[in-house]
């Protein structure tokens, strides 16, 4: 299994430009979350998924947009850069939201905007 | 939501036990007490999780308070690849919560 999968590894944006940062799990997980980690600082969440079909935002979501394009994949969208957004993102999953699961991670995407 | 409040740092020699500290005197009495690590460059992975009672797992122990309003990880014998930030998170048995945090977590310094 290669569990949570993340591309790209590393991207650069100019402000304003759009990009799409992909998440997929080989692990029949029902929840999966992206979220955010700026330097020197712990993860905050951006928006999450329960179940395919559904998302919720979570702490940090202005200027992100989510889709659950499937079980497997979670997508995160940034329709116009901001230097803001520079951070490190992370994708996770759990088998479902029952408290005593655990999250796995993915590698995480840097991003860059200038 | 409950809070946990843990060291900004701490060091540990090779080869010895490591006592990684967590308050928190808010917990509720259905939250899951979780702990993870972040190696450098890498995303988070999960350690251990309890909920009232102490927990062993291979790569650490879980203590609890009896009071819940605080829990200690034990890394039984460091080693240089220990060396990781360590986050003590509390997981809401309400499944409408998952507005989950990391705090800043407890950067641990191994010393050869």
């Known amino acids: 299994n290669a569990g949570v999968t993340q591309t790209p590894k590393f991207q650069v944006l100019k402000t304003g430009q759009s990009m799409t940062l992909q998440c997929a799990q080989d692990m029949n997980h029902n929840s999966m979350y992206w979220y955010r980690q700026d330097p020197g600082m712990g993860l905050r969440l951006i928006y999450y998924?329960?179940?395919?079909?559904?998302?919720d935002k979570g702490e940090v979501p202005n200027g992100y947009n989510v889709s659950r394009l499937n079980k497997r994949e979670f997508s995160l969208r940034l329709e116009s850069a901001a230097p803001s957004q520079t951070s490190v993102y992370f994708c996770a999953s759990r088998e479902d939201r029952r408290a005593n699961n655990e999250q796995f991670f993915g590698p995480g995407t840097r991003l860059t905007v200038l | 939501d409950a809070k946990t409040t843990q060291p900004n740092s701490m060091e540990s020699n090779e080869e010895e036990p490591v006592h990684l500290p967590c308050n928190h005197s808010t917990i509720s009495g259905t939250d899951y007490i979780h702990w993870y690590r972040q190696l450098p460059s890498q995303g988070p992975e999960y350690v251990i999780h309890?909920?009232?009672s102490n927990v062993n797992n291979r790569m650490a122990s879980l203590a609890i308070a009896e009071d819940r309003k605080s829990s200690t990880l034990i890394l039984h014998r460091a080693t240089l690849r220990d060396a990781a930030v360590y986050y003590c998170?509390?997981?809401?048995?309400?499944?409408?919560?998952?507005?989950?945090?990391f705090g800043t977590g407890t950067r641990l310094t191994i010393i050869p």
């Open positions: 309890g909920l009232t």
């Open positions: 998924s329960a179940s395919e079909g559904t998302t």
């Open positions: 998170i509390l997981r809401p048995f309400d499944f409408g919560n998952e507005k989950l945090t």
